[in-house]
């Protein structure tokens, strides 16, 4: 064993388990190409201020949680503990957003980094797949974005999975609201620093977990009864879209999410197999997050579904995705001769397509044969000292156990014609 180890927080991806990630990566991914969205990629760091500003100065993220560095140049970047204000940045700066480009409809895949206190389901380097549709002020593509969700869990075979629907307002009502909570949460036996959240942020508090917390909570105000006519309207119409489509959620009322560029409508998906770390994902509209970093006004609604908390909700429900074998065919030479054939025979049916691999390190029959078996191979080739002289290798079926001999010049059209 080498005498590092994974830094605290994180894991290392290997196979076969890491294929899973692949397919709940794909399966996220698919609905989303499905739907117009182009594939985009940002750096994993950025100018801290982007975050600061974006997310928010008081949020946790950017407290307690961002991996910030200074580079041998004098900058003060981040690793990226979140890819939304990265996004916007890049659209803005690329000029993606000229009038009739709109809504921007981009979907990315990548690793965050959050600076948490470890537990299951909660990692310091974790992967998100996520998309954003950005510049257009339509309540049907924030419906859109969660039929997608809805649509890629339910492809993965997920069942036990909620969606919490709720508004947070625009900045004609929720300056009141909050207001109307500030008031509220003074009245309450709450420790100094909670006190002082509730200055700074009081619609973080909704949030607090602390079941003491939570009981003096029971009769706080509620933003929907503050919603202005128009934020209402819309929130009215997502609901009905969504419904419509057959998608199921339920309103809540007091969700509240830890990033601060929300507007209007907000969502999460929970899973009630994952215990505290329930959220695998979340999104909402942020309709002012373009002018918070320098931007023009673009009205703007995405989200972003945790591909580790997504694996853990699957192992959960029982579900093992059915990954079909990388490999096809296993080739297993004995002797010096046989090898430099058949490594030309597998490099052929790698070059017309075909899935193959190769017993390397002079293994011997029954070694070999366990590493096809291992490979998952629908077929072994298999060449010894008798075929060479015979001019042929054996072909075995894995799966029936059935052994043919086929002529050493027709292997691969042979192959090619079984395996369709
Ligand atoms: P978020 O709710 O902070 O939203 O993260 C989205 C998802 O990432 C969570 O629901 C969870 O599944 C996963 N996640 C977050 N933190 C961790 C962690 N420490 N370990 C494992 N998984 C984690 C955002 O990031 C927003 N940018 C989403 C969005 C896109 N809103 C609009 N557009």
């Known amino acids: 064993m080498s005498t590092f180890k994974a830094p605290k927080g994180t894991y290392d991806l290997l196979p076969p388990a890491s294929a899973e990630y692949l397919a709940v990566r794909e399966a996220i991914a698919a609905p989303l190409r499905n739907s117009g969205y182009g594939y985009i990629e940002t750096p994993g760091f950025e100018n801290v201020e982007l975050f600061a500003r974006g997310v928010g100065e008081s949020t946790d993220i950017v407290t307690k949680e961002m991996y910030v560095f200074e580079t041998k140049g004098g900058d003060r970047l981040a690793l990226r503990p ?14 993606l957003h000229k009038a009739g480009n709109l809504p921007v409809k981009v979907w990315y895949s990548g690793s965050q980094y959050r600076y948490e206190r470890p537990q299951k389901g909660r990692y310091r380097h974790f992967s998100q797949v996520g998309a954003e549709a950005i510049g257009a002020e339509d309540p049907a593509l924030d419906a859109e974005l969660i039929i997608l969700a809805d649509q890629s869990y339910r492809a993965l075979g997920l069942r036990n999975f909620r969606i919490l629907l709720n508004s947070l307002g625009d900045k004609e009502c929720r300056p009141v609201y909050r207001a109307a909570l ?3 949460l003074r009245g309450l036996d709450l420790d ?15 949030d607090d977990k602390r079941p003491d917390v939570q009981k003096q909570l029971a009769d706080a105000p509620l933003l929907r009864d503050y919603l202005c006519d128009a934020c209402k309207t819309y929130h009215e119409e997502v609901r009905e879209l969504i419904t419509a489509a057959g998608v199921v959620f339920e309103d809540d009322p007091k969700l509240v999410r ?3 560029y929300y507007t209007r409508t907000t ?6 197999g994952l215990g505290s770390q329930s959220a695998v994902g979340g999104g909402g509209r ?8 320098g931007g023009p006004s673009l009205p703007s609604v995405g989200w972003a579904l945790g591909v580790d908390r997504t694996v853990l909700a699957l192992e959960a429900e029982g579900i093992r995705l059915d990954i079909p074998s990388a490999t096809s065919v296993f080739a297993v030479p004995l002797g010096e001769e046989a090898r430099r054939i058949l490594f030309a025979k597998v490099t052929e049916l790698r070059k017309n397509g075909v899935a193959a691999d190769f017993s390397y390190g002079g293994k011997g029959l029954k070694a070999a044969m366990k590493a096809a078996n291992r490979s998952g191979a629908r077929y072994a080739l298999v060449l010894g000292e008798r075929d060479l002289a015979e001019g042929v290798v054996q072909l075995k079926d894995m799966e029936s156990g059935e052994q ?6 027709e292997i691969v059209a042979e192959l090619e014609s079984r395996l369709g």
């Not at 979140?82 to 000029?95: D, F, G, I, K």
Request: hydrophobic share 45%; charged share 25%; proline share 4%.
């Open 192 to 206: 100094e620093e909670t006190l002082r959240r509730a200055e700074i942020n009081p619609l973080r508090v909704l």
């Open 182 to 184: 500030q008031d509220f």
């Open 286 to 293: 942020y309709d002012g997050l373009s002018e918070m970093i």
């Open 267 to 272: 969502f999460e998906f929970v899973h009630d």
């Open 258 to 260: 830890g990033l601060d």
């Open 404 to 409: 043919t001999a086929i002529g050493v010049n």
């Open 82 to 95: 979140e890819t939304t204000a990265p996004v916007l940045r890049a659209v803005l700066e690329a000029n």
